[in-house]
Protein backbone atom coordinates (compact mmCIF):
# COMPACT_ATOMS: atom_id res chain seq x y z
CA UNK A 1 0.00 0.00 0.00
CA UNK A 2 1.51 3.50 -0.75
CA UNK A 3 1.52 6.00 2.16
CA UNK A 4 2.33 9.65 1.76
CA UNK A 5 3.90 11.82 4.45
CA UNK A 6 4.76 15.05 5.29
CA UNK A 7 7.06 16.22 8.03
CA UNK A 8 5.33 19.43 7.76
CA UNK A 9 2.71 18.14 10.42
CA UNK A 10 5.35 19.02 13.34
CA UNK A 11 4.34 22.92 12.47
CA UNK A 12 1.11 22.52 13.75
CA UNK A 13 2.31 22.14 17.49
CA UNK A 14 -0.23 24.58 19.49
CA UNK A 15 0.74 25.00 23.27
CA UNK A 16 -3.12 25.14 24.58
CA UNK A 17 -6.75 23.88 24.26
CA UNK A 18 -9.33 24.94 26.05
CA UNK A 19 -11.13 22.07 27.25
CA UNK A 20 -13.37 22.18 30.71
CA UNK A 21 -12.91 25.56 31.73
CA UNK A 22 -9.09 24.91 31.93
CA UNK A 23 -6.28 25.74 29.36
CA UNK A 24 -4.57 22.23 29.11
CA UNK A 25 -1.81 20.73 26.60
CA UNK A 26 -3.12 20.06 22.96
CA UNK A 27 -3.90 16.55 22.75
CA UNK A 28 -3.55 16.83 18.74
CA UNK A 29 0.20 17.21 18.89
CA UNK A 30 3.21 16.05 16.66
CA UNK A 31 4.02 13.08 18.93
CA UNK A 32 0.63 11.33 16.95
CA UNK A 33 2.16 10.90 13.93
CA UNK A 34 5.80 10.46 14.89
CA UNK A 35 4.51 7.65 16.71
CA UNK A 36 2.35 5.52 13.72
CA UNK A 37 5.47 6.27 11.78
CA UNK A 38 8.31 4.34 13.78
CA UNK A 39 5.38 1.74 14.48
CA UNK A 40 4.67 1.04 10.39
CA UNK A 41 8.55 1.22 9.95
CA UNK A 42 8.91 -1.25 12.37
CA UNK A 43 6.28 -3.24 11.26
CA UNK A 44 7.51 -3.41 7.40
CA UNK A 45 5.34 -0.89 5.66
CA UNK A 46 6.64 0.54 2.53
CA UNK A 47 9.01 3.98 2.49
CA UNK A 48 6.46 6.94 2.91
CA UNK A 49 6.41 8.94 -0.39
CA UNK A 50 6.02 12.98 0.16
CA UNK A 51 2.79 14.85 -1.07
CA UNK A 52 3.37 16.38 -4.55
CA UNK A 53 2.13 20.14 -5.05
CA UNK A 54 -1.04 20.64 -6.68
CA UNK A 55 -1.32 24.35 -5.45
CA UNK A 56 -4.47 25.43 -4.01
CA UNK A 57 -7.16 23.94 -6.92
CA UNK A 58 -7.83 20.76 -4.93
CA UNK A 59 -8.10 22.77 -1.52
CA UNK A 60 -10.54 25.27 -2.88
CA UNK A 61 -12.77 22.55 -4.63
CA UNK A 62 -14.32 21.90 -1.24
CA UNK A 63 -13.01 25.00 0.80
CA UNK A 64 -14.70 28.53 0.39
CA UNK A 65 -11.46 30.91 -1.36
CA UNK A 66 -12.81 33.29 0.78
CA UNK A 67 -12.00 31.24 4.02
CA UNK A 68 -8.73 29.68 2.48
CA UNK A 69 -7.22 33.00 2.20
CA UNK A 70 -8.13 33.73 6.07
CA UNK A 71 -6.22 30.60 7.01
CA UNK A 72 -3.23 31.98 5.09
CA UNK A 73 -2.86 35.01 6.99
CA UNK A 74 -4.66 34.61 10.24
CA UNK A 75 -1.43 33.96 12.26
CA UNK A 76 0.13 37.06 10.63
CA UNK A 77 -3.08 38.92 11.43
CA UNK A 78 -2.77 37.64 14.95
CA UNK A 79 1.14 38.72 15.97
CA UNK A 80 0.28 42.03 14.41
CA UNK A 81 -2.42 42.37 16.85
CA UNK A 82 -1.38 40.42 19.82
CA UNK A 83 2.09 39.25 19.59
CA UNK A 84 3.59 36.13 19.26
CA UNK A 85 3.55 35.14 22.43
CA UNK A 86 0.92 32.61 22.43
CA UNK A 87 -1.37 30.71 20.26
CA UNK A 88 -4.39 32.08 17.98
CA UNK A 89 -7.70 31.03 19.83
CA UNK A 90 -11.09 32.17 18.99
CA UNK A 91 -13.83 33.50 22.26
CA UNK A 92 -16.77 35.03 20.16
CA UNK A 93 -19.10 33.43 17.76
CA UNK A 94 -22.11 33.97 15.63
CA UNK A 95 -25.47 33.06 17.25
CA UNK A 96 -28.79 32.77 16.03
CA UNK A 97 -30.01 36.03 14.94
CA UNK A 98 -26.13 37.94 14.55
CA UNK A 99 -25.30 38.97 11.21
CA UNK A 100 -23.36 36.39 9.18
CA UNK A 101 -23.22 38.83 6.16
CA UNK A 102 -20.44 41.38 7.65
CA UNK A 103 -16.76 39.61 8.27
CA UNK A 104 -15.21 41.33 11.06
CA UNK A 105 -12.53 43.53 10.48
CA UNK A 106 -9.78 42.79 13.68
CA UNK A 107 -8.28 39.52 13.51
CA UNK A 108 -10.02 38.68 17.18
CA UNK A 109 -13.40 38.68 15.25
CA UNK A 110 -12.44 37.20 12.08
CA UNK A 111 -11.31 33.71 14.10
CA UNK A 112 -14.54 33.74 15.54
CA UNK A 113 -16.28 34.61 11.90
CA UNK A 114 -14.75 31.00 10.52
CA UNK A 115 -14.37 28.65 13.39
CA UNK A 116 -16.62 27.17 15.83
CA UNK A 117 -14.71 26.12 18.89
CA UNK A 118 -11.84 27.00 21.29
CA UNK A 119 -9.98 23.79 21.30
CA UNK A 120 -8.09 24.08 17.54
CA UNK A 121 -4.98 26.53 17.69
CA UNK A 122 -3.54 28.41 15.51
CA UNK A 123 0.12 28.61 15.72
CA UNK A 124 2.64 30.33 12.99
CA UNK A 125 3.15 26.80 11.25
CA UNK A 126 -0.60 25.77 11.09
CA UNK A 127 -1.10 26.89 7.25
CA UNK A 128 1.61 25.19 6.44
CA UNK A 129 1.00 22.13 7.81
CA UNK A 130 -2.62 21.91 6.92
CA UNK A 131 -1.93 22.71 3.59
CA UNK A 132 0.80 20.02 3.59
CA UNK A 133 -1.80 17.45 4.51
CA UNK A 134 -4.35 18.62 2.03
CA UNK A 135 -1.15 17.94 -0.65
CA UNK A 136 -0.85 14.55 0.82
CA UNK A 137 -4.91 13.61 0.83
CA UNK A 138 -5.01 14.56 -3.18
CA UNK A 139 -1.59 12.73 -3.84
CA UNK A 140 -2.75 9.42 -2.40
CA UNK A 141 -6.08 10.43 -3.94
CA UNK A 142 -3.35 10.22 -7.38
CA UNK A 143 -1.77 7.68 -6.73
CA UNK A 144 -5.18 5.42 -6.46
CA UNK A 145 -6.71 7.19 -9.77
CA UNK A 146 -3.49 6.00 -11.42
CA UNK A 147 -4.23 2.30 -10.39
CA UNK A 148 -2.91 1.61 -7.01
CA UNK A 149 -5.36 -0.81 -5.04
CA UNK A 150 -5.14 1.80 -1.97
CA UNK A 151 -3.01 4.57 -0.79
CA UNK A 152 -3.03 5.74 3.26
CA UNK A 153 -2.56 9.61 3.45
CA UNK A 154 -1.00 9.61 7.20
CA UNK A 155 -1.78 13.46 7.89
CA UNK A 156 -1.68 15.62 10.37
CA UNK A 157 -4.05 18.28 11.63
CA UNK A 158 -6.88 15.92 10.59
CA UNK A 159 -9.23 17.31 8.39
CA UNK A 160 -12.92 15.69 8.92
CA UNK A 161 -14.39 18.53 11.06
CA UNK A 162 -13.39 21.25 8.62
CA UNK A 163 -16.30 22.54 6.31
CA UNK A 164 -16.79 24.48 3.66
CA UNK A 165 -16.22 27.84 5.60
CA UNK A 166 -14.76 26.91 9.13
CA UNK A 167 -12.11 25.33 11.23
CA UNK A 168 -12.39 23.36 14.35
CA UNK A 169 -12.12 20.10 16.09
CA UNK A 170 -8.18 20.11 15.26
CA UNK A 171 -8.91 20.51 11.22
CA UNK A 172 -8.64 22.98 9.05
CA UNK A 173 -8.79 21.54 5.74
CA UNK A 174 -10.60 18.56 5.05
CA UNK A 175 -8.65 15.64 3.90
CA UNK A 176 -11.06 13.09 3.35
CA UNK A 177 -13.41 15.68 0.86
CA UNK A 178 -10.37 16.62 -0.86
CA UNK A 179 -9.64 13.23 -2.09
CA UNK A 180 -13.37 12.50 -2.78
CA UNK A 181 -13.82 15.78 -5.01
CA UNK A 182 -10.63 14.61 -6.08
CA UNK A 183 -11.89 11.46 -7.32
CA UNK A 184 -14.86 13.22 -9.56
CA UNK A 185 -13.53 15.64 -10.76
CA UNK A 186 -10.60 12.29 -12.35
CA UNK A 187 -13.95 11.31 -13.86
CA UNK A 188 -15.17 8.88 -11.15
CA UNK A 189 -19.14 9.07 -11.88
CA UNK A 190 -19.49 8.31 -7.69
CA UNK A 191 -17.72 8.20 -4.48
CA UNK A 192 -18.72 7.12 -1.07
CA UNK A 193 -16.79 8.49 2.03
CA UNK A 194 -16.39 6.33 5.47
CA UNK A 195 -16.05 8.11 8.70
CA UNK A 196 -14.89 5.62 11.81
CA UNK A 197 -13.58 7.93 14.17
CA UNK A 198 -15.07 8.61 17.60
CA UNK A 199 -16.57 11.72 16.38
CA UNK A 200 -19.03 12.83 13.68
CA UNK A 201 -17.16 14.04 10.45
CA UNK A 202 -19.44 17.08 10.37
CA UNK A 203 -17.36 18.92 8.21
CA UNK A 204 -17.28 16.09 5.61
CA UNK A 205 -21.56 15.91 6.07
CA UNK A 206 -21.75 19.53 5.76
CA UNK A 207 -19.22 19.90 2.48
CA UNK A 208 -21.33 17.18 0.62
CA UNK A 209 -24.86 17.58 2.04
CA UNK A 210 -27.59 16.42 -0.76
CA UNK A 211 -24.87 15.78 -3.19
CA UNK A 212 -25.83 12.43 -5.12
CA UNK A 213 -22.73 11.59 -6.53
CA UNK A 214 -20.90 11.73 -3.06
CA UNK A 215 -22.64 9.25 -0.45
CA UNK A 216 -21.09 10.45 2.97
CA UNK A 217 -21.53 7.86 5.86
CA UNK A 218 -20.13 8.35 9.59
CA UNK A 219 -20.06 6.12 12.86
CA UNK A 220 -19.60 8.25 15.31
CA UNK A 221 -20.28 8.89 19.97
CA UNK A 222 -23.73 10.47 19.34
CA UNK A 223 -23.94 14.00 19.79
CA UNK A 224 -26.22 14.40 22.53
CA UNK A 225 -23.14 13.52 24.95
CA UNK A 226 -19.86 14.09 22.67
CA UNK A 227 -18.17 17.22 20.14
CA UNK A 228 -19.38 18.05 18.31
CA UNK A 229 -22.84 18.19 19.42
CA UNK A 230 -25.01 20.00 17.41
CA UNK A 231 -24.24 17.72 14.17
CA UNK A 232 -24.48 13.53 13.85
CA UNK A 233 -27.86 12.66 14.66
CA UNK A 234 -29.90 9.99 12.51
CA UNK A 235 -32.31 11.68 10.88
CA UNK A 236 -30.09 13.82 9.22
CA UNK A 237 -29.87 11.76 5.84
CA UNK A 238 -29.04 15.18 3.57
CA UNK A 239 -31.91 14.07 1.29
CA UNK A 240 -30.85 10.23 1.47
CA UNK A 241 -26.91 11.44 0.30
CA UNK A 242 -25.99 11.02 4.26
CA UNK A 243 -26.20 8.09 6.83
CA UNK A 244 -25.23 8.67 10.44
CA UNK A 245 -25.30 5.48 12.81
CA UNK A 246 -24.59 7.43 16.02
CA UNK A 247 -23.61 5.59 19.03
CA UNK A 248 -23.33 4.84 23.05
CA UNK A 249 -20.90 5.62 25.41
CA UNK A 250 -18.77 2.26 25.80
CA UNK A 251 -19.08 0.57 23.19
CA UNK A 252 -17.43 -2.30 22.01
CA UNK A 253 -16.83 -4.52 19.11
CA UNK A 254 -20.00 -6.49 19.56
CA UNK A 255 -22.25 -3.38 19.33
CA UNK A 256 -19.77 -1.72 16.40
CA UNK A 257 -19.82 -4.40 14.16
CA UNK A 258 -23.13 -4.50 13.48
CA UNK A 259 -23.33 -0.70 12.57
CA UNK A 260 -20.32 -1.29 10.67
CA UNK A 261 -21.85 -3.61 8.69
CA UNK A 262 -25.00 -1.00 7.92
CA UNK A 263 -22.71 1.72 7.09
CA UNK A 264 -20.99 -0.85 4.24
CA UNK A 265 -24.29 -2.30 3.37
CA UNK A 266 -25.46 1.06 2.63
CA UNK A 267 -22.29 1.96 0.41
CA UNK A 268 -22.43 -1.36 -1.39
CA UNK A 269 -25.64 0.07 -2.62
CA UNK A 270 -24.77 3.23 -3.90
CA UNK A 271 -22.40 1.46 -5.94
CA UNK A 272 -19.44 3.43 -6.26
CA UNK A 273 -16.34 3.55 -8.16
CA UNK A 274 -14.14 4.96 -4.84
CA UNK A 275 -13.98 4.83 -1.17
CA UNK A 276 -12.52 7.17 0.81
CA UNK A 277 -12.03 6.44 4.83
CA UNK A 278 -11.95 8.77 7.51
CA UNK A 279 -9.33 6.64 10.04
CA UNK A 280 -9.84 7.56 13.42
CA UNK A 281 -8.61 5.24 15.92
CA UNK A 282 -9.90 7.25 18.62
CA UNK A 283 -12.50 4.64 19.01
CA UNK A 284 -9.82 2.51 21.35
CA UNK A 285 -10.37 1.44 24.48
CA UNK A 286 -7.88 3.88 26.64
CA UNK A 287 -8.45 7.06 24.38
CA UNK A 288 -8.01 10.27 26.73
CA UNK A 289 -10.76 12.00 25.03
CA UNK A 290 -12.85 9.21 23.89
CA UNK A 291 -15.34 6.36 25.37
CA UNK A 292 -15.33 3.36 23.17
CA UNK A 293 -14.22 0.41 23.92
CA UNK A 294 -12.41 -0.98 21.11
CA UNK A 295 -9.09 -3.75 21.32
CA UNK A 296 -6.04 -3.62 19.20
CA UNK A 297 -7.19 -6.28 17.28
CA UNK A 298 -10.58 -5.43 16.32
CA UNK A 299 -8.95 -2.70 13.73
CA UNK A 300 -7.51 -5.61 11.61
CA UNK A 301 -11.66 -6.29 11.88
CA UNK A 302 -12.45 -3.45 10.37
CA UNK A 303 -10.28 -3.31 7.65
CA UNK A 304 -10.58 -6.66 6.49
CA UNK A 305 -14.53 -5.80 6.15
CA UNK A 306 -13.89 -2.81 4.29
CA UNK A 307 -11.15 -4.24 2.38
CA UNK A 308 -13.60 -6.88 1.36
CA UNK A 309 -15.88 -4.23 -0.54
CA UNK A 310 -13.10 -4.08 -3.20
CA UNK A 311 -12.88 -0.84 -4.08
CA UNK A 312 -10.15 1.99 -5.37
CA UNK A 313 -9.74 3.41 -1.65
CA UNK A 314 -8.03 6.29 -0.03
CA UNK A 315 -7.28 6.02 3.67
CA UNK A 316 -6.87 9.44 5.34
CA UNK A 317 -5.37 9.75 9.20
CA UNK A 318 -7.93 11.63 11.39
CA UNK A 319 -8.21 10.99 15.09
CA UNK A 320 -6.47 9.22 18.07
CA UNK A 321 -4.63 10.12 20.90
CA UNK A 322 -3.47 7.67 23.17
CA UNK A 323 0.72 7.92 21.88
CA UNK A 324 1.22 4.52 23.43
CA UNK A 325 -1.71 2.57 21.21
CA UNK A 326 -2.07 4.93 18.14
CA UNK A 327 1.01 2.73 16.16
CA UNK A 328 -0.30 -0.74 16.44
CA UNK A 329 -4.18 0.32 15.55
CA UNK A 330 -3.43 1.79 12.54
CA UNK A 331 -1.24 -0.60 11.49
CA UNK A 332 -3.85 -3.24 12.56
CA UNK A 333 -6.49 -1.77 10.33
CA UNK A 334 -3.89 -1.67 6.74
CA UNK A 335 -2.87 -4.89 7.43
CA UNK A 336 -6.37 -6.25 7.86
CA UNK A 337 -7.67 -3.96 4.62
CA UNK A 338 -4.78 -5.50 2.92
CA UNK A 339 -5.50 -8.67 3.84
CA UNK A 340 -8.70 -8.70 2.12
Request: glycine letters at 12%.
Given at each position: ???????????????????????????????????????????????????????????????????????????????AAHGAGGDALPLSWRAP????????????????????????????????????????????????????????????????????????????????????????????????????????????????????????????????????????????????????????????????????????????????????????????????????????????????????????????????????????????????????
Open positions: MDIVFSPDHHLQHGRAELTDGRLVPVYEHPGRLDAVLATLARRGFATPLPPQDRGLDPITAVHDPAYVAFLQCAWDEWVGMREDREPERIDGRLGYWSFDAGTPITSGTWRAAYSAAQAADTARARVSAGSRAAFALTRPPGHHAGSRFFGGYCFLNGAAIAAQGFRDAGIERVAVLDVDYHHGNGTQQIFAGRPDVFTVSLHADPSFCFPFFLGHADETEGGTHLNIPLPKGTDWAGYAPALETALARIEAQDPGALVVSLGVDTWDGDPISSFKLQTGDYRRMGQRIGALGLPTVIVMEGGYAVESIGDNVAEFLEGFASA
